[in-house]
């Protein structure tokens, strides 16, 4: 018999091995009580739905010209946005509608460096903080070559990567790029994206981190 599956939810066995139900949208978590089919489930289901609608209504609200929230839309149209992977769609949605909520309505072309390094403390994890950096040189990059928006040098190009400096971990028997290569394969093996992986180790190009899920699928 087909299983009917329910938009956003999920299920995992509890250390009691009872099977939990969580609704979970843009990153956000909330548990559901009972079962599908039960009124209770079906009650915080129903709210959890109208409140996802009444957060992308918000969204919907026009940005105005040359405002970061409009390259982002533009992006998602008319960028490569499309050609990605379904998996690096979802994780990229994710970010930009957070720097939509952060910084949507602010001209882009008055994003410094600074802006840059204020936006990025908005985002609590590590590997978050350095996607959106990453997402924002490219919007740059976007918004200048492909919309023709009139705008200077890239403030996000000399922004660092937040991570920890291979030197500080006692690995003296380790290079770098062997320390690198070693994680980059291990993120590519628990199933992370190539944008991913990108925005962890410091790959500059998608060719180098690319090569590891190359090497990955040969394997499999």
């Given at each position: 018999m087909a299983t009917m599956r329910?938009?956003?939810?999920?299920?995992?066995?509890?250390?009691?091995?009872?099977?939990?139900?969580y609704f979970r949208y843009r990153g956000k978590r909330w548990a559901l009580p009972g079962e599908p089919g039960t009124p209770e489930f079906s009650e915080c289901y129903g709210a959890?739905?109208?409140?996802?609608?009444?957060?992308?209504?918000?969204?919907?609200v026009a940005f105005g010209?040359?405002?970061?929230?409009?390259?982002?839309?533009k992006y998602l149209v008319g960028g490569d946005y499309t050609s990605k992977a379904r998996g690096t769609q979802r994780h990229y949605r994710v970010a930009l509608d957070r720097l939509k909520e952060i910084c949507g309505r602010a001209l882009i072309a008055d994003l410094q460096e600074r802006h840059i390094r204020q936006i990025r403390q908005r985002f609590t994890a590590t590997s978050k903080a350095?996607?959106?950096?990453?997402?924002?040189?490219?919007?740059?990059?976007?918004?200048?070559?492909v919309l023709a928006m009139d705008l200077g040098p890239n403030p996000a190009t000399e922004i660092r990567r937040?991570?920890?400096a291979t030197a500080q971990i006692g690995a003296t028997a380790c290079s770098a790029h062997g320390l690198r290569c070693n994680a980059a394969t291990a993120l590519i093996e628990a199933g992370?994206?190539?944008?991913?992986?990108?925005?962890?180790?410091?790959h500059k190009t998608f060719k180098e981190a690319q090569r590891y899920a190359s090497h990955r699928a040969r394997r499999s």
């Open positions: 329910l938009r956003y939810v999920h299920s995992f066995v509890d250390k009691t091995g009872r099977v939990r139900f959890l739905r109208r409140k996802c609608l009444a957060m992308q209504q918000a969204d919907n010209p040359g405002t970061v929230g409009l390259v982002i839309e350095d996607l959106a950096v990453m997402l924002l040189r490219m919007l740059w990059v976007f918004a200048k070559e937040l991570r920890v992370c994206e190539v944008p991913q992986v990108m925005a962890i180790t410091g």
